[in-house]
């Protein structure tokens, strides 16, 4: 059986309180018109508590990043166990931009997986090749080097979300092609039942990188592809709800 497709976006260090009124307006179309998929919003820390206490049922709220330990002398970090408290539901794990920006392997990231199942949260891993990765024929190699790293024993298809992003294709309006998507989709697909068994086709696959409303229709109907994770176009509950609408039939 496929999966409840999920539609999550990464605001990234984007919004201020006021920027509830776009939380406010996604959570009213729902309401209206339905939820045709499970739909997330991961807001910067700071507006994770305020989120999660004035959504509504159709809209979960999650969390960026987290560390690794429960508590303790890490200053500027956030736990995943604060992150529960303040009532995220999921949270992001290697995306491209901590990877590159704070050096974290996919040992971090899956230390850092491992803390947000501990907590009963849901990681969602991002995994995804540099462009000279995917030029020098490395694509595969690298997107199941990061899954095999980051992904956690303890993962499950209920538990565990697996986010494909390459690189090259976050904010830039760039994206590969159905097919280019589907084959590596694909190839996650196997290396997941290859490690989990049947359980591995049940793990959500989304797909991130320029997802916006005039390609969501045909991204989100590649093989394996199990919903999005959405940056820019997230911000504005117009275009986020354009992509939702993919899962409209
Ligand atoms: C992201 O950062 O996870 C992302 C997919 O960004 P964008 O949609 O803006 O490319």
């Not at 890490?74 to 995943?80: F, Q, W």
Request: proline share 4%; charged share 20%; net charge negative.
């Amino acid at each position: 059986m496929k999966p409840m497709p999920l539609v999550a976006g990464n605001w990234k260090m984007n919004g201020l309180r006021a920027s509830q009124a776009e939380l406010d307006a996604l959570n009213a179309v729902l309401t209206a018109k339905g939820a045709p998929c499970e739909v997330l919003i991961c807001p910067p820390f700071t507006l994770v508590a305020a989120f999660a206490a004035a959504t509504g049922d159709k809209v979960a709220i999650g969390a960026q990043d987290c560390h690794a330990k429960q508590s303790g002398a890490h200053t500027g970090d956030i736990s995943a166990e604060m992150l529960k408290d303040a009532g995220a539901g999921y949270v992001i794990v290697g995306h491209s931009e901590r990877r590159a920006d704070h050096g974290e392997s996919s040992e971090a990231v899956r230390a850092k997986a491992e803390a947000v199942l501990a907590e009963g949260l849901k990681p969602i891993v991002c995994i995804g090749e540099t462009e000279s990765e995917r030029d020098a024929g490395k694509t595969l190699d690298v997107v199941l080097g990061q899954l095999a790293g980051s992904v956690p024993t303890g993962s499950t298809a209920a538990n565990t979300v697996i986010a494909y992003e390459p690189v090259w294709a976050i904010g830039t309006g760039r994206t590969p092609t159905v097919a280019e998507v589907a084959e590596v989709h694909t190839a996650i697909r196997s290396a997941l039942v290859a490690r989990f068994g049947a359980d591995g086709t049940g793990f959500r696959i989304l797909y991130g990188g320029s997802v916006k409303p005039d390609n969501a229709n045909e991204l989100m109907a590649a093989d394996n592809v199990d919903g999005a994770l959405v940056g820019g176009a997230s911000l504005k509950a117009s275009d986020f709800t354009g992509i939702i609408d993919a899962y409209r039939s």
